[in-house]
Protein backbone atom coordinates (compact mmCIF):
# COMPACT_ATOMS: atom_id res chain seq x y z
CA UNK A 1 0.00 0.00 0.00
CA UNK A 2 1.18 3.43 -0.77
CA UNK A 3 2.01 6.05 2.07
CA UNK A 4 1.16 9.49 2.29
CA UNK A 5 4.91 11.34 1.79
CA UNK A 6 5.87 13.90 4.99
CA UNK A 7 8.72 15.18 5.55
CA UNK A 8 10.05 13.94 8.71
CA UNK A 9 10.54 17.55 10.43
CA UNK A 10 10.08 20.83 10.67
CA UNK A 11 10.98 23.72 12.78
CA UNK A 12 10.72 27.10 13.95
CA UNK A 13 11.05 30.12 16.44
CA UNK A 14 7.55 31.38 18.34
CA UNK A 15 5.42 33.63 16.59
CA UNK A 16 6.56 32.37 13.08
CA UNK A 17 4.39 30.61 10.79
CA UNK A 18 5.36 27.22 9.76
CA UNK A 19 4.30 24.89 6.80
CA UNK A 20 4.22 20.49 6.63
CA UNK A 21 3.48 19.03 3.07
CA UNK A 22 1.66 16.16 2.27
CA UNK A 23 2.66 14.78 -1.06
CA UNK A 24 -0.05 12.20 -2.42
CA UNK A 25 -1.34 10.43 -5.64
CA UNK A 26 -4.49 10.86 -7.85
CA UNK A 27 -6.13 7.55 -6.15
CA UNK A 28 -5.52 9.19 -2.66
CA UNK A 29 -5.48 12.89 -2.01
CA UNK A 30 -6.70 14.20 -5.36
CA UNK A 31 -9.61 12.43 -5.69
CA UNK A 32 -10.59 12.57 -1.61
CA UNK A 33 -10.37 15.22 1.75
CA UNK A 34 -7.09 15.34 4.16
CA UNK A 35 -7.78 15.24 7.48
CA UNK A 36 -4.45 16.38 9.74
CA UNK A 37 -3.73 15.39 13.25
CA UNK A 38 -1.53 16.33 16.05
CA UNK A 39 0.29 14.27 18.26
CA UNK A 40 1.90 15.63 21.60
CA UNK A 41 4.42 13.66 23.65
CA UNK A 42 2.46 10.32 25.14
CA UNK A 43 -0.74 11.08 24.07
CA UNK A 44 -3.53 10.03 21.55
CA UNK A 45 -4.04 11.99 18.29
CA UNK A 46 -6.29 14.75 17.93
CA UNK A 47 -8.07 15.55 14.91
CA UNK A 48 -6.85 19.49 14.11
CA UNK A 49 -8.31 19.59 10.21
CA UNK A 50 -10.87 17.80 8.32
CA UNK A 51 -12.39 17.74 4.50
CA UNK A 52 -8.88 19.80 3.66
CA UNK A 53 -9.42 22.97 5.35
CA UNK A 54 -12.25 22.91 8.00
CA UNK A 55 -11.16 23.26 11.97
CA UNK A 56 -13.14 20.75 14.73
CA UNK A 57 -14.82 23.11 17.71
CA UNK A 58 -12.41 24.02 19.72
CA UNK A 59 -9.34 24.05 17.28
CA UNK A 60 -7.39 27.51 17.71
CA UNK A 61 -7.33 29.01 14.21
CA UNK A 62 -3.35 29.57 14.34
CA UNK A 63 -4.03 26.26 12.27
CA UNK A 64 -5.19 26.05 8.85
CA UNK A 65 -5.57 23.62 5.78
CA UNK A 66 -5.47 23.43 2.14
CA UNK A 67 -4.86 21.25 -0.64
CA UNK A 68 -4.02 21.49 -4.14
CA UNK A 69 -4.20 18.65 -6.78
CA UNK A 70 -2.29 15.91 -5.33
CA UNK A 71 -0.89 17.66 -2.24
CA UNK A 72 -1.64 19.06 1.15
CA UNK A 73 -0.37 21.89 3.63
CA UNK A 74 -0.97 22.30 6.95
CA UNK A 75 -0.12 25.70 8.54
CA UNK A 76 0.34 27.15 11.45
CA UNK A 77 0.66 30.59 12.46
CA UNK A 78 2.01 32.28 15.57
CA UNK A 79 4.07 29.39 16.98
CA UNK A 80 4.08 28.56 20.26
CA UNK A 81 6.08 26.23 22.74
CA UNK A 82 2.93 24.27 22.77
CA UNK A 83 2.90 23.43 19.07
CA UNK A 84 5.52 21.40 19.31
CA UNK A 85 4.24 17.38 18.30
CA UNK A 86 4.33 15.18 15.84
CA UNK A 87 1.92 15.89 12.83
CA UNK A 88 0.26 13.91 10.41
CA UNK A 89 -1.70 13.57 7.32
CA UNK A 90 -4.54 11.36 6.35
CA UNK A 91 -6.93 10.45 3.19
CA UNK A 92 -9.06 7.44 1.66
CA UNK A 93 -7.71 5.80 -0.76
CA UNK A 94 -9.73 4.66 -3.90
CA UNK A 95 -7.73 1.35 -3.39
CA UNK A 96 -10.51 0.60 -0.23
CA UNK A 97 -7.60 1.68 2.25
CA UNK A 98 -7.00 4.33 4.83
CA UNK A 99 -3.57 6.04 4.18
CA UNK A 100 -1.46 8.30 6.94
CA UNK A 101 1.79 10.02 6.14
CA UNK A 102 4.73 9.20 7.72
CA UNK A 103 4.30 12.52 10.36
CA UNK A 104 6.46 15.19 10.38
CA UNK A 105 8.08 16.00 14.22
CA UNK A 106 7.81 19.75 14.57
CA UNK A 107 10.44 21.52 16.85
CA UNK A 108 9.80 25.10 18.10
CA UNK A 109 13.80 26.43 18.56
CA UNK B 1 -18.84 13.61 26.67
CA UNK B 2 -17.62 11.64 23.71
CA UNK B 3 -15.29 8.55 25.09
CA UNK B 4 -14.01 5.54 23.95
CA UNK B 5 -11.81 3.29 26.63
CA UNK B 6 -10.00 0.46 24.15
CA UNK B 7 -8.61 -2.77 26.29
CA UNK B 8 -7.59 -6.18 26.24
CA UNK B 9 -3.81 -5.33 25.17
CA UNK B 10 -1.07 -7.28 26.55
CA UNK B 11 1.96 -9.79 26.03
CA UNK B 12 1.40 -12.57 23.87
CA UNK B 13 3.53 -14.97 21.97
CA UNK B 14 4.27 -15.01 17.98
CA UNK B 15 1.09 -17.06 16.42
CA UNK B 16 -1.11 -16.44 19.61
CA UNK B 17 -4.03 -14.77 19.63
CA UNK B 18 -5.63 -11.08 21.20
CA UNK B 19 -9.07 -9.46 21.52
CA UNK B 20 -9.40 -5.54 21.96
CA UNK B 21 -12.50 -3.82 23.28
CA UNK B 22 -13.49 -0.66 22.71
CA UNK B 23 -16.35 0.82 24.64
CA UNK B 24 -17.71 4.22 23.61
CA UNK B 25 -20.10 6.54 25.32
CA UNK B 26 -21.19 10.04 25.45
CA UNK B 27 -22.64 9.83 21.76
CA UNK B 28 -24.93 7.28 19.51
CA UNK B 29 -22.65 5.11 18.80
CA UNK B 30 -24.47 3.19 15.87
CA UNK B 31 -24.72 6.57 14.22
CA UNK B 32 -20.67 6.52 13.20
CA UNK B 33 -18.23 4.37 11.56
CA UNK B 34 -15.35 3.68 13.36
CA UNK B 35 -11.59 2.31 13.16
CA UNK B 36 -8.85 0.91 14.65
CA UNK B 37 -5.51 2.93 14.22
CA UNK B 38 -2.02 1.51 15.62
CA UNK B 39 1.32 2.70 16.15
CA UNK B 40 4.65 0.89 16.79
CA UNK B 41 7.25 1.75 19.22
CA UNK B 42 8.79 5.41 18.12
CA UNK B 43 7.14 4.75 14.94
CA UNK B 44 4.12 6.97 12.61
CA UNK B 45 0.41 5.97 12.86
CA UNK B 46 -0.94 3.00 10.61
CA UNK B 47 -4.58 2.33 9.84
CA UNK B 48 -5.50 -1.39 10.82
CA UNK B 49 -9.66 -1.25 9.76
CA UNK B 50 -12.46 0.05 9.56
CA UNK B 51 -16.31 -0.71 9.97
CA UNK B 52 -19.42 0.90 8.89
CA UNK B 53 -22.30 1.07 11.14
CA UNK B 54 -24.18 -1.68 10.60
CA UNK B 55 -20.64 -4.03 10.24
CA UNK B 56 -21.88 -4.99 6.79
CA UNK B 57 -18.72 -2.86 5.24
CA UNK B 58 -15.36 -3.92 6.73
CA UNK B 59 -12.15 -2.83 5.27
CA UNK B 60 -8.82 -3.94 6.28
CA UNK B 61 -5.04 -3.21 6.01
CA UNK B 62 -3.31 -5.51 3.77
CA UNK B 63 -0.65 -6.29 6.64
CA UNK B 64 -3.51 -7.31 8.90
CA UNK B 65 -5.68 -8.73 6.30
CA UNK B 66 -7.06 -12.75 7.14
CA UNK B 67 -5.79 -12.48 10.41
CA UNK B 68 -7.71 -9.78 12.16
CA UNK B 69 -11.09 -9.33 12.26
CA UNK B 70 -13.14 -5.89 13.25
CA UNK B 71 -16.55 -6.09 14.51
CA UNK B 72 -19.03 -4.24 16.63
CA UNK B 73 -22.04 -4.36 19.02
CA UNK B 74 -24.42 -1.49 18.88
CA UNK B 75 -26.58 -2.75 21.12
CA UNK B 76 -23.34 -2.57 23.78
CA UNK B 77 -21.65 0.56 22.47
CA UNK B 78 -18.65 -1.67 21.52
CA UNK B 79 -16.02 -2.24 18.93
CA UNK B 80 -13.61 -5.05 18.69
CA UNK B 81 -10.61 -6.14 17.01
CA UNK B 82 -10.17 -10.17 16.87
CA UNK B 83 -5.75 -10.47 15.93
CA UNK B 84 -5.08 -13.89 15.19
CA UNK B 85 -1.39 -15.44 13.94
CA UNK B 86 -0.12 -12.24 15.63
CA UNK B 87 3.92 -11.39 14.67
CA UNK B 88 6.32 -9.62 16.18
CA UNK B 89 5.72 -6.60 13.69
CA UNK B 90 2.05 -6.39 15.74
CA UNK B 91 3.97 -5.20 18.22
CA UNK B 92 1.92 -1.24 18.64
CA UNK B 93 -0.27 0.71 20.74
CA UNK B 94 -3.73 0.13 19.38
CA UNK B 95 -6.25 3.26 19.41
CA UNK B 96 -9.74 3.07 18.33
CA UNK B 97 -11.34 6.56 16.53
CA UNK B 98 -14.48 7.80 15.50
CA UNK B 99 -15.48 8.71 12.29
CA UNK B 100 -16.45 11.86 12.50
CA UNK B 101 -18.49 11.58 9.71
CA UNK B 102 -16.60 13.80 6.76
CA UNK B 103 -14.19 11.45 4.61
CA UNK B 104 -11.69 9.81 7.23
CA UNK B 105 -11.84 12.18 9.96
CA UNK B 106 -11.39 10.77 13.05
CA UNK B 107 -12.34 12.80 15.86
CA UNK B 108 -12.19 11.12 19.10
CA UNK B 109 -9.58 8.65 20.28
CA UNK B 110 -9.04 5.94 23.12
CA UNK B 111 -6.30 6.03 24.85
CA UNK B 112 -3.94 3.42 23.57
CA UNK B 113 -3.58 0.14 24.70
CA UNK B 114 -0.31 -1.71 23.77
CA UNK B 115 -0.26 -5.35 22.21
CA UNK B 116 3.41 -6.95 22.74
CA UNK B 117 3.83 -9.89 20.62
CA UNK B 118 7.14 -11.63 21.69
CA UNK B 119 8.75 -14.85 22.70
Known amino acids: QSVLTQPPSASGTPGQRVTVSCSGS????????VSWYQQLPGAAPKLLIY???QRPSGVSDRFSGSKSGTSASLAITGLQSEDEADYYCAAWDDSLTVLFGGGTKLTVL | QVRLVASGGGLVKPGGSLRLSCAASGFTFSDYYMAWIRQAPGKGLEWVSY????????YYADSVKGRFTISRDNAKNSLYLQMNSLRAEDTAVYYC????????????WSQGTLVTVSS
Open chain 1, 26 to 33: SSNIGSNT
Open chain 2, 97 to 108: ARDGGATISFDY
Open chain 2, 51 to 58: ITTTGITI
Open chain 1, 51 to 53: NNN
